[in-house]
């Protein structure tokens, strides 16, 4: 007998592919805004994964790879449940930004609270009305406006299950990102929902080698809940996931223009020059070195900067090996043509 799934007052029977709207308030014209839900459920039981984006309503990478995920032909054969949720912070992704009308950020809000500010509010509806239906769960995100990120796992990788998935996601770099108050990791992990965070690409832009890894690394994660059957072609070799447990940001050290000579992916050594900062008028330059070595996952896309922002975002790894590992799998994600094994990824 399969177990019944209810949102928000609505019934999805097994074999049922509905859309449910979630009341998100209204605007001050008394308009209503909803957040849709998108639900997915095979004839039979499994795992019950939830995928989101746009918490950082900027954030439209994932808004994408979630569209291309429900077009996909392999959801006919589903075990289980998918639960998408392309935009969760839909205030933010009208007006174009990362937080809510009262500028909070949704993603430092949760659990939230049925009678807080409207950050709370949303938060608890998310957590009562998605995570609380879910076992499992991905979240979407990229870099800031003008910030690009390696496409890159971050978890808890202590936790055996999520490590698991972590690497079967199977980006270049998995990081071990420690749980933050107030974020929807944390609340999914105190209800003991494993979650992966995919962070790729810049705000307010497509970025296809991005969007492309992250469908296939969610159908390789359904894959490994059991949601989805095996692959029966030959896949290409791929190269396991480097771990990374540690990272920082190199900082502006004086306000100028930025001339970057490291590119996102690349591995550096410490002292190594990433770039310079300079005035206008060439009087004062600056070089920026690595303070260790690592890979860049992070990096400021715009050439001004002012004295401490932040420029470049480093991995730290053990070993060379590990860094040349991150770098060559990334510089193979920027001529990656999709997932030969299932060609109605785009």
Known sequence: MSTPLVINGTSIP??????????????????????????????????????????????????????????????????????????????????RTRYLPDRRDLNRSFP??????????????????????????IDLHTGA??????????????????RDLALTFGTPMVLNSDLRDGSLRQAAADADVPILLYEA????????PSIRAGVSGIIEVMRKLGMLPASTRRRKKSTQPVVARTSGWVRAPQSGILRSTAALGARVHRGSTLGIVADPFGAREERIEAPWSGVIIGRLNMPLAYEGDALYHIARFEGTDEAEQVEASSNALGDWSGDDDEPSLV
């Open 14 to 95: 097994p074999g049922r592919r509905t859309t449910v709207e979630l009341p998100a308030g209204r605007l001050y014209t008394h308009a209503p805004i909803n957040i849709p839900v998108h639900v997915v459920r095979g004839r039979k039981d499994g795992p019950r994964l939830f995928v989101s984006a746009a918490i950082h309503g900027d954030e439209i990478n994932g808004v994408e790879i979630i569209r291309r995920l429900l077009g996909n032909s392999l959801l006919r054969r589903l075990r289980g449940t998918l639960i998408a949720v392309p935009v969760v912070n839909v205030h933010g992704f009208v007006n």
């Open 112 to 137: 939230g609270s049925e009678k807080g500010s409207l950050a709370a509010r949303l938060a608890h509806l998310f957590m009562t009305e998605v995570v609380a239906n879910s076992t499992h769960g």
């Open 145 to 162: 406006i003008h910030r690009s990120n390696l496409p890159q796992i971050r978890a808890n990788v202590d936790d055996p299950e999520t």
């Open 201 to 208: 690409g810049e705000a307010l832009r497509f970025d296809e």
